[in-house]
């Protein structure tokens, strides 16, 4: 069974540009969750989607982050326009209905300069 | 509002030597609690986890943790620390706000295995 996938494995853009960070959960997880780590900081929760629905984004920064997640399926998050504090490891992490242990990716790191 | 602290953001032991990762959280209902471990390069990995019931739970690698109640803990130990065993640590606790899944974690301990 393949893990949570996650897409690029590092991006390095110019303030003010867009990127997209896509995962790919574990077949059949209803449950998708994004989390961020700044620099010398704890893991912090972005948002969580059961199946095509976001059921909490309390955790998103700012209007500059929008994810999605069509079809109930993979997940992008898009930073529009990326700022310094941005950078970061953006984790992705998926788990079955009703259950509590999550499984997750490998992470993208994002540095923007 | 719930919180972790890792007590230490670097440890170091030798190899061979006790491993003893502190974790302490604050929440209002019982809570799950969760260690995870990072590899170099790699995502995160559930070590170990506790729901309900026995309060020493065993993992993988040889990890266990012990919750207790009345210390608000769970802290992570192995007897005997492998070089394998560097990574990091993060101790998470489960939101208690509506059973979504999510979770709070601690800041993340290094651990350094010398030989």
């Known amino acids: 069974e393949a893990g949570v996938t996650q897409f690029p494995s590092h991006s390095v853009i110019e303030k003010g540009q867009t990127v997209t960070l896509r995962c790919d959960p574990i077949?059949?997880?209803?449950?998708l969750y994004w989390y961020r780590r700044v620099m010398g900081k704890e893991i912090k929760f972005l948002l969580h989607f059961v199946k095509e629905s976001k059921q909490d984004e309390s955790g998103m920064p700012n209007n500059r982050f929008l994810a999605e997640r069509t079809g109930g399926t993979y997940s992008t998050l898009k930073v529009q326009p990326a700022e310094l504090e941005d950078s970061g490891v953006y984790f992705c992490a998926s788990s079955h209905a009703g259950q509590f242990e999550a499984f997750f990716g490998q992470g993208t790191r994002l540095t923007v300069v | 509002a719930q919180s972790v602290t890792q007590l230490g953001s670097h440890v170091s032991v030798s190899e061979g030597a006790l491993v003893l990762l502190r974790c302490n959280y604050s929440s209002s209902v019982p809570p799950y609690l969760f260690w995870y471990v990072q590899y170099p390069n790699q995502g995160l990995q559930l070590l170990l986890k506790?729901?309900?019931?026995?309060?020493l739970v065993k993992g993988i690698n040889g990890f266990e943790a012990e919750f207790k109640k009345s210390e608000t803990s769970f802290h992570l130990t192995k007897p005997s620390a492998h070089m394998s065993d560097a990574a990091e640590y993060f101790c998470?606790?489960?939101?208690?706000?509506?059973?979504?899944?999510?979770?709070?974690f601690g800041q993340g301990t290094t651990l350094q295995v010398k030989p």
């Open positions: 077949s059949g997880h209803d449950n």
């Open positions: 506790y729901t309900t019931g026995a309060t």
């Open positions: 998470a606790v489960s939101d208690d706000s509506g059973n979504t899944g999510k979770l709070i």
